[in-house]
């Protein structure tokens, strides 16, 4: 064979080796890309989180209208009726036909005399049957106290005086068992009167103190 054509054909060869190297290395990175892929897949799937918008059905057509009420105001409990709650409670266990050993009578315990000097003329049954006349002459009775001693009232509300805190409702309150005379005994020269049961008008003082009363 001459040299030339030697080399001709040497040269032919070494393309097709080439080539077929070539084909052999594609055909393996198909095979490793899709390997890979196929890897990618099966062993780490990729999922990506949707979101769904959840409408509960019935309402996706309708207009609903939702009004809420409105608090224009605070509610706060009436102190005035806690204290004559407190107070009648304390005198007869809020019955207003009772009549004690000493004749007092109703929820609020009225003497005759009491009644008398506001005006009340009425016999002892008809006082006992008459809520209403009851909670009237126990609205005036605080009235006419608290007028009588609104001086000790404005001085000493607020401070301690012979060892009781005074408040206008404890005043009032003490004024009720023991009339106003002896509470302002009770300022001037720190006499603690008792009623015929033992009971002091600073008991009544502190038990009652500290109520917002509106009379009226």
């Given amino acids: 064979m001459k040299p030339s054509l030697k080399r001709d054909v040497n040269y032919l060869?070494?393309?097709a080796r080439l080539e077929v190297m070539g084909v052999i290395v594609l055909i393996a990175?198909?095979?490793?890309?899709?390997?890979?892929s196929f890897t990618g897949i099966v062993i780490r799937p990729k999922i990506s989180p949707?979101?769904?918008e959840i409408k509960p059905v019935g309402l996706?057509?309708?207009?609903?209208?939702?009004?809420?009420?409105?608090?224009?105001?605070?509610?706060?409990?009436?102190?005035?009726?806690?204290?004559?709650?407190?107070?009648?409670?304390?005198?007869?266990?809020?019955?207003?036909?009772i009549v004690n050993k000493f004749g007092y009578?109703?929820?609020y315990q009225?003497?005759?005399?009491?009644?008398k000097g506001l005006g009340y003329k009425l016999t002892q049954e008809e006082f006992l049957n008459?809520?209403?006349?009851?909670?009237?002459?126990?609205?005036?009775l605080?009235?006419?106290n608290k007028k009588k001693l609104q001086k000790y009232i404005d001085k000493y509300e607020g401070d301690t005086v012979h060892g009781v805190y005074i408040t206008e409702s404890g005043v009032l309150a003490a004024a009720h068992l023991g009339g106003q005379g002896n509470v302002k005994k009770f300022f001037r020269r720190g006499k603690k009167f008792k009623d015929g049961f033992g009971t002091g008008i600073t008991t009544y003082m502190e038990k009652f103190a500290g109520y917002d009363l509106e009379l009226y």
């Fill in 13 to 15: 060869a070494m393309l």
């Fill in 142 to 144: 605080l009235k006419h």
């Fill in 105 to 107: 009578m109703g929820r």
């Fill in 50 to 52: 949707t979101v769904l």
């Fill in 60 to 97: 996706l057509d309708m207009d609903v209208e939702c009004s809420l009420p409105v608090i224009t105001e605070i509610i706060k409990p009436n102190q005035t009726e806690m204290f004559l709650e407190a107070v009648g409670f304390k005198e007869s266990g809020n019955r207003y036909d």
């Fill in 130 to 140: 008459s809520p209403e006349v009851q909670e009237r002459a126990m609205m005036d």
């Fill in 29 to 36: 990175s198909c095979t490793l890309l899709t390997a890979t």
């Fill in 110 to 115: 009225f003497g005759r005399g009491t009644l």
